[in-house]
């Protein structure tokens, strides 16, 4: 329920400033009314709150939870409460799901309650909902928003999955490397001391040994500022330019461009199926792609578009989708199916996409078991080499 800031005087012409809850100013009106007291200002307290984009399991919850009340008969003022009072959702989410309540109370529509509120709510969802309020289609635009949503979040759970193993391993290589450099080849020092002469490979391991345990804060230094420099420099355009650039390169690219084509068909299926026009919709779904140099590519494409071009011609010299997707594309033009073909081929890709990401996982498994294997191998065999120089030169003097 709306909070206001208001003034009203009394029988005895005193005035009287406080605050009052109230579904809307007519409803506080009739309040004071009822009290004996005449409103003369109400204004709206906005609270200031931190907003911060909602994930996509909780966007795919809500979208759920709105489409499946409404469609049951429930007024949207009513549903948007019931979501917000589920004891399941945080406060913040609480939060948001009011400020909606308190605003549509107001009059101002879901859609635009949603524009004030972003980056909460993304642009797609914005989109999607204000053609729902034109066509009177809610529910079942939530309701397909919600399998949307749903299925963009399984695919990044299936990624963080499928890297869990990978990180494990790094975790490990770092702590084996760790222990060998600090702990077990300072044992050694005391036996290559007396050696005449060690091999070169063992004093460049001897040397970082002991800077290793003499001098560990400074490498905990440098990897914190690594980490800190790391991320600020990734943020320069240019640099995140390149970066995606390379991401779309190779074999390794190959598996990205099937994620980056099925994320951008995704969106166009909806949006598309939505009513959106088609220059809208590409504004939308190019922006949810990820990648900001098949982004930076869009220009183009909406120019080409904007002047007659089919959508499947513009996207041919696109730098980072797969061809299936124009192709595709050109057969939805040609049949007058184009919204269907999107979603039979955003459907396609997002099972080459977890297949890819698989694949992904495959490459970099066998690499990591290979770097820490050679890894322990030069370890082990600059600390056995020179042990068993010295007993060649002992058993060769006796």
Request: glycine share 6%.
């Amino acid at each position: 329920m709306p909070e206001y800031k208001y003034q009203a005087q009394d029988s005895k012409g005193k005035i009287v400033k406080g605050k009052a809850d109230a579904f809307d100013e007519a409803d506080l009106q009739k309040r004071f009314h009822d009290s004996g007291l005449l409103l003369l200002e109400a204004k709206p307290i906005v609270k200031q709150m931190a907003l911060k984009p909602l994930k996509k399991p909780k966007l795919a919850d809500f979208c759920r939870q709105l489409g499946t009340l409404i469609k049951s008969g429930v007024i949207l003022v009513k549903a948007i409460e019931i979501i917000a009072n589920d004891e399941s959702i945080t406060d913040y989410e609480r939060q948001l799901y009011l400020r909606l309540r308190d605003r549509i109370v107001q009059g101002v529509a879901l859609s635009a309650v949603m524009e004030e509120l972003e980056p909460a709510f993304p642009p797609l969802l914005i989109y999607m909902i204000r053609a729902a309020e034109t066509s009177g289609t809610l529910d079942t635009t939530c309701l397909r928003l919600a399998e949307q949503y749903t299925s963009e979040a399984q695919l990044e759970q299936t990624a963080k999955n499928s890297l869990t193993y990978p990180k494990i391993l790094s975790v490990l290589i770092v702590i084996v490397v760790a222990i060998l450099f600090g702990y077990v080849l300072p044992q050694f020092e005391d036996i290559f001391s007396t050696l005449p002469k060690l091999p070169l490979p063992t004093m460049i391991l001897m040397a970082i040994s002991n800077f290793v345990a003499t001098k560990w804060y400074i490498i905990a230094i440098a990897v914190v500022l690594i980490i800190i420099f790391g991320k600020m420099i990734i943020k320069i355009p240019a640099v995140r330019m390149l970066i995606d650039h390379i991401k779309v390169m190779g074999k390794w690219g190959k598996l990205t461009k099937v994620i980056y084509s099925g994320r951008f068909a995704r969106t166009m299926s909806s949006l598309y199926s939505a009513g959106i026009p088609i220059h809208s919709c590409i504004e939308i779904a190019k922006s949810t792609i990820g990648n900001k140099y098949i982004e930076s590519q869009f220009d183009e494409v909406e120019r080409k578009v904007a002047g007659g071009m089919p959508l499947s011609s513009a996207l041919l010299d696109v730098n980072g989708f797969v061809s299936k997707l124009p192709a595709t594309i050109k057969v939805g033009e040609e049949t007058g199916m184009l919204g269907n073909m999107l979603e039979s081929v955003a459907n396609d890709l997002d099972f080459y996409s977890k297949q890819a990401l698989l694949r992904l996982t495959s490459y970099i498994e066998p690499v990591m078991i290979v770097v820490m294997a050679v890894a322990v191998g030069f370890i082990m065999v600059s600390i056995i080499y020179p042990i068993y120089q010295s007993y060649q030169t002992i058993g060769a003097g006796s």
